[in-house]
């Protein structure tokens, strides 16, 4: 875990987010795949209960509104916000928070910011309840996708 630098959140687009959740990955040669193919292979190369709970959680446990997997302007129903070759923003909102997925790739790393607005009162203890999943099944699937990408 690493704290969200401001060029981080110079690329993100959520206003105001009330918590940051940041993983930065070591991948030697990051770079040779763009942020849009880190964010799809972390994703939608989740093993496929991975892929199936995902969602389910978003939808359920945070009312978020996914968009069609089968879309290219999505990732497993993450709108895509703002797209560049070394970083790319996933949006998603509901009743209870915005949330931001940002992936910036350099050189010699893969950083993940998530950037979450609580737009209810009382949604804090939910979130806070979420993020020890959240940050064990994103360093999960992020160092999934490195292998992936890497070998």
């Known amino acids: 875990m690493v704290a969200a630098t401001d060029d981080l959140r110079a690329v993100d687009t959520l206003a105001n987010p009330d918590r940051a959740t940041v993983l930065e990955l070591a991948s030697p040669g990051a770079?040779?795949?763009s942020a849009e193919q880190w964010a799809r292979t972390t994703?939608?190369?989740?093993?496929?209960?991975?892929?199936?709970?995902l969602p389910l959680?978003?939808?359920?446990?945070?009312?978020?509104?996914?968009?069609?997997?089968?879309?290219?302007?999505?990732i497993l129903g993450w709108r895509i916000v703002r797209t560049q070759p070394d970083s790319i923003v996933l949006e998603l909102d509901s009743r209870l928070i915005s949330a931001h997925?940002?992936?910036?790739?350099?050189?010699?790393r893969v950083r993940w910011a998530a950037f979450v607005r609580?737009?209810?009162?009382?949604?804090?203890?939910?979130?806070?309840?979420?993020?020890?999943?959240?940050?064990l099944t994103l360093s999960y699937v992020?160092?999934?996708a490195a292998t992936r990408l890497t070998t």
């Open 31 to 33: 770079s040779a795949h």
């Open 142 to 144: 992020l160092g999934r």
């Open 43 to 53: 994703f939608e190369g989740a093993p496929w209960l991975l892929r199936r709970l």
């Open 118 to 135: 609580y737009e209810r009162r009382g949604v804090r203890l939910l979130w806070a309840l979420a993020v020890p999943i959240h940050r």
């Open 57 to 74: 959680s978003w939808r359920l446990g945070l009312g978020l509104r996914l968009g069609p997997r089968s879309s290219r302007d999505h």
């Open 101 to 108: 997925n940002v992936v910036v790739v350099d050189d010699s």
